[in-house]
């Protein structure tokens, strides 16, 4: 009775052992965070429909259907959860029925009873490997982590693929703006200079005169080229990102149903760093799940050191005749037990572990950094938002004097008072300025884009997705 108490206790304590030995450190390091944070409950899921633009509410819905990088991601979930059921099924008895047949001739020399012997055999075949330090559970545990570590990539990359295709709709809408006042800009100057001509003719003016507004026209019409180039380049880009066929690619719409001047920032946002960054931000989730698999890798690495023990059974048909293998007295089985204790080999398993050490030391300084990374990023999106405001606004003040200066400036050219050369310095002036408000209005509209994707848009976590983190 003794013994057998011993020998139920001994698995016990063996497995309880392993229990407390191998299990991996699945906390996130501490990070030093600033004290001073706000609510992130002002963030929508949905941010880009605060613009109020449907148009790009369905470009972002057409990107995520579509999006090659996305499709890519999605793929490498999947890829995760089938390296996931692999280790799974490792942890499980394995299951599987054979048959063979064979003839063997046993020569004089080899046995005492010589002669050619037939073999037939049909049997279920098992086999289980007992889990006792937890290398299976470790490696099911890492596969695990890597699967949570796709999935929160893929948010990542749908939450920059969000703010890629509003940013680069707001880039190009920022171009239609620039290329209509570069047009209008043509034609006024057109316009310009055909009244100079009749001036000179009439014998006002002089040519010099004529010969600036024609070169004024000439650097307006100019500036045309790289702005339709520059639009071409931008409407490619957002093909691609929308998923597009290389024939849609090739044959794009320039018309646009909205204009920058329709798209309005949404209301301020309130200054300082989520409290809860560090969770909403898929990519800082992405690398404290990748830690956590590289540290069960180190204990599965470890787990080399005891012995494995495995279990074999068979239980089926054998017979030396095939008309007797179906009967009652040809049925065979047989069972036994293998324990494996590693005695030398060369320092291969202590080579495994440093290496699975140092794996995790990258993933942890991945993660600190990724962790540092999200808070710049923060910081320099709150800063380049509330300055990219005030450059508007005072960019349109400016633009609203220079208007009332070049009327001045006609005035005064109209009546004798100053040459011409002075409305044409305010012209150029005007025009620089109305493109640099262009420039600071969409800069204005990306950099709050940019600022959502900093805080981690209005990501969190589903709960099923949370609860397994």
Not at 190 to 206: C, D, E, N, P, V
Not at 318 to 326: H, I, R, T, V
Not at 436 to 450: C, F, G, I, K, Y
């Amino acid at each position: 009775m003794i013994k057998r108490r011993l020998t139920l206790a001994l698995p016990a304590l063996m497995l309880l052992a392993s229990c407390a030995l191998m299990q991996p450190d699945t906390r996130a390091p501490a990070s030093d965070l600033p004290t001073s944070t706000v609510d992130s409950a002002w963030i929508s899921p949905q941010w880009w429909a605060q613009f109020g633009d449907e148009q790009l509410n369905q470009l972002i819905a057409q990107a995520r259907a579509s999006n090659q990088n996305l499709a890519q991601a999605v793929a490498r979930v999947a890829q995760a959860r089938a390296a996931l059921n692999i280790n799974q099924s490792a942890q499980w008895p394995q299951l599987g029925v054979g048959a063979d047949a064979g003839r063997q001739r046993v020569p004089p020399t080899a046995s005492t009873t010589p002669g050619v012997y037939d073999s037939y055999q049909l049997a279920a075949q098992a086999s289980w490997e007992i889990d006792v330090w937890g290398r299976l559970a470790n490696l099911t545990e890492a596969a695990r982590r890597d699967w949570l570590a796709a999935q929160y990539n893929q948010e990542a990359v749908r939450l920059s693929l969000d703010a890629e295709v509003a940013q680069t709709w707001f880039n190009l809408l920022s171009l239609d703006a620039q290329l209509s006042i570069a047009s209008d800009t043509v034609q006024s100057r057109q316009q310009s200079l055909a009244l100079q001509q009749k001036r000179f003719t009439g014998g006002l003016i002089s040519e010099l005169d004529v010969r600036q507004a024609e070169a004024e026209l000439n650097t307006a019409q100019s500036t045309l080229p790289d702005i339709f180039t520059q639009r071409a380049a931008t409407e490619t880009a957002l093909a691609i990102l929308l998923g597009q066929t290389p024939a849609q690619i090739s044959t794009i719409d320039s018309s646009r149903p909205t204009t920058l001047a329709n798209i309005k920032p949404p209301l301020p946002i309130p200054a300082g760093l989520p409290a809860d960054l560090l969770e909403r931000r898929p990519d800082i989730q992405q690398a404290e799940a990748q830690l956590i698999a590289a540290r069960a890798r180190i204990e599965a690495a470890r787990a080399a050191y005891f012995p494995q023990i495995s279990l074999t059974g068979l239980f089926g048909l054998q017979s030396a005749a095939f008309g007797d293998l179906f009967t009652g007295a040809a049925r065979t089985w047989s069972y036994a037990g293998n324990l494996t204790l590693p005695l030398f080999n060369g320092g291969l398993t202590a080579a495994q572990v440093n290496q699975a050490r140092a794996v995790e030391q990258e993933a942890l300084a991945a993660y600190r950094g990724s962790v540092q990374q999200a808070f710049g990023d923060v910081r320099n999106a709150l800063v380049a938002d509330q300055q990219g405001t005030l450059k508007t606004t005072a960019q349109a003040e400016k633009v609203k004097a220079l208007t009332r200066q070049l009327h001045l400036a006609n005035l005064r050219y109209d009546n004798g008072y100053s040459d011409y050369l002075d409305v044409l310095d305010t012209e150029r002036s005007l025009f620089d300025a109305r493109l640099s408000l262009v420039q600071a209005r969409v800069a204005e509209l990306n950099n709050r884009v940019a600022l959502y994707k900093a805080v981690g848009g209005g990501w969190q976590a589903p709960a099923g997705l949370a609860a397994q983190h």
